[in-house]
């Protein structure tokens, strides 16, 4: 983490429901920005946007994720950690704050939406699908030989092996050791998870501001601009799933584009 940011940030903890969340807040004043990491990630991976935002950012690593705890009862769906979401917020006092969920953790921070709309001044969702597609049974049945105690490893490699094209050599090195760090059934109950959410419910409940950031390489027919077409979307290219990483210039500043608008 670039020792500008650590000199302008603190790193605590604070209580969620299933243990102790960690949290990097940085700056102040200004409309709060929460960011919310991807499966098997790490708030490390918003350094460059904490680092480069003046208002007051947070980031916080979900349950079972890099510092924070694990649930002692084994809770990693997507709609339990929307109230991580909900409990860093409410600790920190953001009363109404934009967030920002990366590929898993859009999903969770879609969750956090359908529950707490009237929390959120904006919504931005970076390189996240919407409602999934029934999955073949023979698909399921690949999925769930391959995350066995003895082959998980290996799958789990394989599996992001080809998000991480394109990625500087700092990105696949850090998103692989987070990866490694993180437990196989955390990984696996949050991806499982995913395969009951209703994005349709994200825009029932929510009428405000939001923009989805994708990649090119990535963008798959459930895609949220794609669903529902009238949603602005940015498109990066050359880059690997984790963009804010290996882009974070170009991210900052449609991140910066986006905050402009707001109120």
Do not use: C
């Amino acid at each position: 983490m670039p020792s500008f940011l650590a000199m302008a940030s603190t790193t605590r903890t604070v209580q969620g429901p299933a243990g102790r969340l960690a949290v990097t807040d940085s700056g102040e004043g200004g409309l709060p920005v929460l960011f919310v990491n991807s499966n098997a990630g790490h708030r490390e991976q918003w350094a460059a946007q904490q680092a480069h935002l003046k208002q007051r950012s947070v980031s916080f690593d979900l349950r079972g994720m890099g510092d924070s705890d694990l649930d002692p009862k084994g809770r990693y769906t997507t709609v339990d950690m929307a109230e991580d979401i909900q409990a860093v917020a409410d600790a920190l006092g953001l009363e109404r704050f934009v967030l920002v969920g990366h590929s898993l953790g859009g999903t969770v921070a879609g969750e956090y939406t359908i529950r707490w709309p009237e929390r959120l001044a904006g919504l931005v969702l970076v390189d996240t699908a919407g409602t999934m597609p029934p999955l073949p049974p023979e698909q399921l049945a690949w999925f769930r030989d391959g995350i066995r105690p003895e082959k998980y490893r290996d799958f789990i490699d394989g599996w992001f092996a080809p998000i991480l094209q394109n990625a500087k050599p700092h990105t696949r090195e850090a998103v692989m050791r987070w990866l490694h760090a993180t437990p196989r059934e955390v990984v696996v109950n949050s991806l499982e998870s995913l395969l009951a959410y209703d994005s349709d419910k994200v825009f029932e409940r929510y009428k405000g501001p939001v923009h989805t950031l994708v990649v090119d390489a990535f963008i798959q027919p459930n895609a949220y601009h794609l669903l529902y077409p009238g949603i602005p979307h940015t498109v990066f290219t050359g880059v690997s799933h984790w963009l804010m990483m290996d882009a974070p210039e170009k991210f900052n500043a449609e991140l910066d584009a986006f905050l402009a608008t707001l109120k």
